[in-house]
């Protein structure tokens, strides 16, 4: 069964952003890193992940309908 969620990549990860960000299809029990590697972002390029405003990891299991926040590290000098 397929199921959806909202997906949001910011600053340098805004460009792996798929069509589909609004309604992205997942197999429930899809885990974030999972996800980033659907994407074609590597694990090390997100620092920051939020799901419905919480915060996540690499190994949160995703059901559907979780709206899904990714940020890169911030960068400075």
């Keep these: 069964m397929e199921t959806h969620i ?3 990549l910011f600053a340098s990860l805004s460009n792996f952003t798929p069509v589909s960000a609004e309604k ?9 890193g999972m996800l980033l590697d659907q994407l074609g972002v590597a ?3 997100a620092k ?15 059901h559907g309908g ?3 926040g990714i940020f ?3 960068g400075g000098g």
């Design 66 to 68: 979780e709206r899904v």
């Design 24 to 32: 992205y299809p997942i197999a429930p029990g899809t885990t974030v």
């Design 48 to 62: 920051l992940i939020f799901i419905d405003g919480k915060k996540g990891d690499l190994t949160s299991t995703l």
């Design 43 to 45: 694990e090390n390029e």
């Design 6 to 8: 909202n997906i949001q």
């Design 72 to 74: 890169p590290p911030v």
